[in-house]
């Protein structure tokens, strides 16, 4: 098994731009999340996934998308990036009652 | 509302020490509970998890954690510190209802072994 992956690991955006963060699992679990990390702010919560066609908002959803046509994969759109949005993404999934297994991240810069 | 809070946002220990590092939740419902570990520029790896079965829990790398329900506290533990240990470790708490498996997380503790 791959696990978790996402690509690109690097990415620099001018803003305005838009571009789209890939997540791939081959684990068959239903729950998908992605995370963003700062420095002193820990993970916060951008969006998640309980099952394919079904997504909801975390606690930083502004100025992102996902959505989740199939089980495996789970992107997050970035529509107009702002330097706000320049970061280290984590995407995680996980089957109901485990932990959640992270992919190594994209870091992000907008300029 | 469920919260974690880490204390102590840096420990640093000598190698061959006690490792405690320290995690306090509130949890309307009986919570699942989590460790994880983050080495640089990676993704974070579970260490161990609790999710009712026994109070103490054995994880990998030698760590464990004891969940004390009187305490709210589900601090991390590991006999002996290995300079491989430095790392960043988050503390999670998520409640057990329906689909929504959302984790809370804490701010992380940057632990450090000095040899």
């Known amino acids: 098994n791959a696990g978790v992956t996402q690509t690109p690991k690097f990415q620099v955006l001018k803003t305005g731009q838009s571009m789209t963060l890939q997540c791939a699992q081959d684990?068959?679990?239903?729950?998908m999340s992605w995370y963003r990390q700062d420095p002193g702010m820990g993970l916060r919560l951008i969006h998640y996934?309980?099952?394919?066609?079904?997504?909801d908002q975390g606690e930083v959803p502004n100025g992102y998308n996902v959505s989740r046509s199939t089980t495996e994969d789970f992107p997050l759109r970035l529509l107009s990036a702002a330097p706000s949005q320049t970061s280290v993404y984590f995407c995680?999934?996980?089957?109901?009652?485990?932990?959640?297994?992270f992919g190594p991240g994209t870091r992000l810069t907008v300029l | 509302a469920q919260s974690v809070t880490q204390l102590g946002s840096h420990v640093s220990v000598s190698e061959g020490a006690l490792v405690l590092l320290r995690c306090n939740y509130s949890?309307?419902?009986?919570?699942?509970l989590f460790w994880y570990v983050q080495y640089p520029n990676q993704g974070l790896q579970l260490l161990l998890k609790?999710?009712?079965?026994a109070t103490l829990v054995k994880g990998i790398n030698g760590f464990e954690a004891e969940f004390k329900k009187s305490e709210t506290s589900f601090h991390l533990t590991k006999p002996s510190a290995h300079m491989s240990d430095a790392a960043e470790y988050f503390c999670?708490?998520?409640?057990?209802?329906?689909?929504?498996?959302?984790?809370?997380w804490g701010l992380g503790t940057s632990l450090a072994v000095n040899p």
């Open positions: 609790y999710t009712s079965a």
């Open positions: 995680a999934s996980s089957r109901t009652g485990e932990g959640q297994f």
């Open positions: 949890s309307s419902v009986p919570p699942y």
């Open positions: 684990m068959n679990h239903e729950y």
């Open positions: 996934s309980v099952g394919a066609g079904i997504t």
């Open positions: 999670a708490v998520s409640d057990r209802v329906g689909n929504n498996r959302k984790l809370i």
